[in-house]
């Protein structure tokens, strides 16, 4: 599975949209984007994921570049609750079932 | 709809006991994945499981380490003879049919000591 980057840590400010990174530039053609995000001490919960277009959902938006190397995970509205550890996470189709989280970015949202 | 069911959420033993976890997964799913978690680290994949069949276990360690999930009742990772450094949080996930791409509702996790 491709590898992905992302920074350590982020924090926003509430009511403003948290616009989280991802470099995944050896990602290949077959090869998705999930993002899950874990709030403390409880199990991941999935928000989106998406192959090569933008997707957008009730949680967030996902934007991925043309050339598909990096996304960024956007949270319109960010809320206190929002506060979390978000992985970027990809996947080919036949081992979508074996996700692969790495650190992370613990994003803060102050109030 | 209840979630994905864990218990016991947090279980202590001693070196050389048995832990036992188990892992109801939501009504209508019948795949089952578990995952470690060990302190400051991300999840790490240990196996998937079908009703009374292992599809991957690739992510098991070789020794001490079982998961089975029956025709009946809730999936079990067993650990017996635990040592210190099994200490993690284990989280059990779920989805309805194995296919590519379906999403997985995680529980709340298991949380094991090992004084």
């Known amino acids: 599975d491709a590898k992905t980057t992302q920074p350590t840590s982020m924090d926003c400010a509430e009511g403003r949209a948290a616009n989280l990174p991802c470099n995944h530039s050896?990602?290949?053609?077959?090869?998705?984007v999930y993002w899950y995000r874990q709030i403390h001490s409880q199990g991941p919960q999935y928000i989106i994921h998406?192959?090569?277009n933008n997707e957008t959902n009730e949680m967030a938006s996902l934007i991925i570049t043309e050339d598909r190397k990096s996304s960024t995970l956007i949270l319109p509205h960010a809320t206190l609750r929002d506060t979390a550890v978000y992985y970027c996470?990809?996947?080919?189709?036949?081992?979508?079932?074996?996700?692969?989280f790495g650190s992370g970015t613990r994003l803060l949202v102050r109030p | 709809n209840a979630g994905v069911m864990q218990n016991p959420r947090h279980l202590v033993r001693r070196r050389g006991q048995e832990a036992r976890l188990r892992c109801s997964p939501m009504?209508?799913?019948?795949?089952v994945y578990w995952y470690r978690q060990l302190p400051e680290e991300g999840l790490k994949f240990m196996v998937y499981?079908?009703?009374?069949?292992?599809?991957?276990e690739s992510g098991m360690p070789k020794e001490r380490f079982s998961a089975e999930f029956p025709k009946e009742g809730p999936s079990i990772l067993r650990i017996q003879q635990v040592v210190r450094g099994d200490s993690a949080a284990y989280f059990c996930a779920s989805s309805p049919e194995g296919l590519a791409l379906d999403t997985q509702y995680f529980g709340p996790g298991t949380r094991l000591t090992v004084l």
């Open positions: 050896t990602i290949s053609g077959n090869e998705y």
């Open positions: 998406g192959l090569k």
């Open positions: 996470i990809v996947t080919a189709m036949d081992s979508s079932y074996k996700l692969i």
């Open positions: 009504k209508g799913h019948s795949h």
């Open positions: 499981l079908q009703k009374e069949n292992i599809i991957d």
